[in-house]
């Protein structure tokens, strides 16, 4: 390390103090259109926005559309800034969650409401805060201090929201526009003790749908001795997937998982947990499975699961309808940690569902994301902890792990490259994915100061 | 029996026969409107349609409010007509189900389209063919033989199809006007082994919602493995409630329940029963549990029921949500054989349910009907029986019980009439509470022929 190369950030904060105001009107504007994949809205806007911000930076811009199989799916938009090296990669994507039910949003979704130093707009802790605090970080660094210390390479997606469909692919194709030395993810935050979070790792996904039939038509329940009802038919295939505590279980499921390594359990260890203010988050009593204390905060990160995201069949409307429905379907994601595929775990699932009898059950399969993870001991980990002491932070969380996943396993394995979730806007209360998603602009301001000076520090590692 | 007493019925069946082409433009206005009890449409046009129908026959109406309480319910129409003895109540409703889904019929749910001999509408098989039918029986004989032969008292309602919740304390304060030696209920019909069927019995009825709840809103599935998860937790719960083979299980359910009688069983046995035409009714190639051959017809009949009616819990549109869901419902018919009673069922779920820990979930009672049943060597099945002899059907099927419900128990056990269902219209494809309900219009004839043949010989007893 060579300290003589580490710039002087004072007029660096100073550019962002004066400048923060229209900076969260920058916020507002980019926060200001939806843009969903899923329901293909917003697409090309979503694509010109991020051009808008890019451009201006001197980016050398490459809009990659995802191929003729899918030529209504948003574009990835790969870009390059600087010479210098190493090579960072970006990672951050332009779509956002569908904003429904819209009846439980406080203002509109796309309005960008500020209220107590809150800035309230579907997509902005997810990821949109987090993109342009690069972007203004980038326009501050080029203003007050000069080039930039390193190679930013930027990846930029339309997809995640949906789980990455067509990025894979891309990835692959443009292997060598991507490759860098290290990579930060999206999406990381202070989480409800409230100081900045690391984060070393993805949950894997197996998304799926379990089909089951019953009559040919929704038929009168009077004959409900002897009608095969699907919905049954679920519910107990489903329940040989729990142990009588509750715990997930599936033929041969611990033959393809790895433990936590001993260094993950130590940072794992170190980590503190307020287990009332998150049970707080949810307005929860406890956990599922009885799981208290620390216990929780392990199984979050190192236990594979099985959800349930939803179950349809039959009559959901007011009052009483007595039928046995003609079909069930249950939709579930199965989160998976380190070794575990999504091709083997649907495999395990088929093969346990068959060998109960369950050979009936159609599962349809949604997609899937490989877990990922980068040791808590790189370098990059360190770099990403000294920014935010830097910035006089007293605490620092490292997790080996989150439960939540993304395409992070093809910059981790595909490219080999380690890659770091730090540096985000995102606090306890973001709600991402909910009604009323927001940030702090205290945050926002804090991300922005903190990317120049990691860009500093990585180009000195 | 007297056989001087039993009069011609050559005049009967020719005035049918000449009049059968305005008798069915008849049923086509009588199936020309919703009445639909639970939306609270068309109630008034209900009452109206029926008036409109006793008045020419000179009837004695009585017009009775359900009360105060529900002021707007549907009234329920009490009549009488004739003055000799015996005694013969009629049973019969002017609601009818939900015509949903609409895009399922082939031609409009009001429009009483006719097609190969069949009559389409909404209701027209429960239960306003079978009315009508009793209808133009009572004029016909008016107008060919003379005075009834016995005093037909007449219960009409209009909420049969939302369970008759305002009925017990109207058949309790009415029970004068209602006392009889006989009962004739609605919906019998001829199966399909095409053969009329007399049925003896109904099971009763307990309909709930069970509800349980997880983190106070849909939260992101990455923490699926620590946030309690509702669908999870009924999934769980339910499962309890049958055993490895899929039978209804529940604590203390054998305790409350009568197996069939000797007669029950006898008259079972001689049921004929033709599995494969009953599988294809439904589109299926088995029965639940592995169910094979009259065991399916013993079941249906003899055995409790827990059906699943409906499960609704987090996201069911299209493609994927990775959500843990904030609240599950699930709807439930339990089905009662003799003894059991709504209330003692409710009591034993929820012991059920406490006793493995799941006091968390919440038991809605949506109302409940008790069984109802008249020995199968009462002197009315036999009668019910022989008119159809008579008609020169060479095989009648009398059952002891049906898997359906109804308030037939405010009669059998509220005023200790024996009640059979015989006489109706239905046949094996008559989709009551399905798309494109239908009957044929032969059987609406042979319907029209049986009436006052059976008010003949049951005064003749």
Chains 1, 2 share one sequence.
């Not at 949810?282 to 995201?309: D, H, V």
Request: hydrophobic residues 40%.
């Amino acid at each position: 390390m060579n300290q003589d190369n580490t710039p002087n950030f004072g007029a660096y904060d100073e550019y962002i103090e004066q400048h923060f105001d229209s900076m969260v009107v920058e916020l507002r504007e980019f926060c200001a259109k939806p843009t969903l994949a899923g329901q293909h809205i917003g697409l090309a806007e979503g694509v010109a926005a991020v051009m808008g911000l890019l451009e201006p930076l001197g980016a050398r811009i490459h809009v990659v559309p995802v191929g003729e199989v899918a030529d209504d799916a948003p574009p990835v938009v790969l870009a390059e800034l600087g010479a210098s090296q190493p090579t960072l990669l970006l990672y951050n994507h332009y779509d956002v969650q569908p904003p429904e039910p819209l009846e439980l949003w406080d203002s509109p979704p796309y309005a960008g409401d500020v209220r107590d130093g809150k800035f309230y707009a579907r997509g902005v802790a997810d990821d949109r805060a987090d993109l342009l605090s690069r972007v203004l970080a980038i326009r501050a660094y080029l203003t007050t201090i000069g080039e930039l210390p390193l190679r930013v390479r930027w990846l930029i997606e339309g997809e995640e929201e949906v789980g990455s469909p067509h990025l894979p692919p891309i990835v692959d194709e443009h292997a060598g526009e991507l490759q860098a030395d290290w990579c930060a993810w999206e999406s990381s935050g202070r989480g409800t003790i409230d100081v900045p979070h690391i984060i070393c790792g993805l949950k894997g996904l197996l998304y799926v749908e379990l089909h089951a039939t019953g009559p040919n038509h929704d038929a009168h329940s009077g004959n409900g001795s002897i009608l095969p009802n699907p919905a049954w038919r679920l519910v107990t295939a489903l329940s040989t997937l729990r142990d009588e505590r509750g715990n997930f279980v599936m033929d041969g499921l611990d033959d393809i998982a790895d433990k936590p390594t001993e260094a993950d359990m130590k940072a794992a260890e170190a980590m503190p947990f307020d287990e009332q203010r998150e049970l707080a988050l949810y307005g929860l009593k406890g956990w599922q499975r009885g799981l208290k204390g620390r216990e929780a905060l392990y199984s979050a990160m190192f236990e594979p699961t099985a959800n349930i995201a939803g179950f349809t069949s039959g009559y959901g409307g007011p009052g009483s309808k007595t039928i046995v429905p003609s079909k069930a379907v249950v939709k579930m994601d199965f989160r998976l940690v380190p070794r575990q595929t999504p091709e083997a775990m649907l495999g395990l699932l088929r093969a346990h569902l068959d060998a109960r009898g369950f050979d009936d059950i159609e599962i349809v399969d949604l997609g899937g994301l490989y877990p990922a993870k980068t040791p808590v001991d790189s370098p990059l980990v360190q770099v990403s902890a000294d920014v935010w002491r830097d910035l006089g932070e007293k605490e620092v969380i490292i997790a080996p792990m989150t439960g939540g996943s993304g395409p992070m396993s093809l910059i981790t394995s595909g490219l080999g490259v380690p890659v770091v979730m730090t540096g985000g806007v995102g606090y306890a209360e973001s709600r991402a994915h909910s009604p009323n998603e927001s940030i702090r602009l205290a945050d926002f301001k804090s991300a922005i100061r903190y990317w120049g000076r990691f860009f500093a520090k990585l180009a000195d590692l």
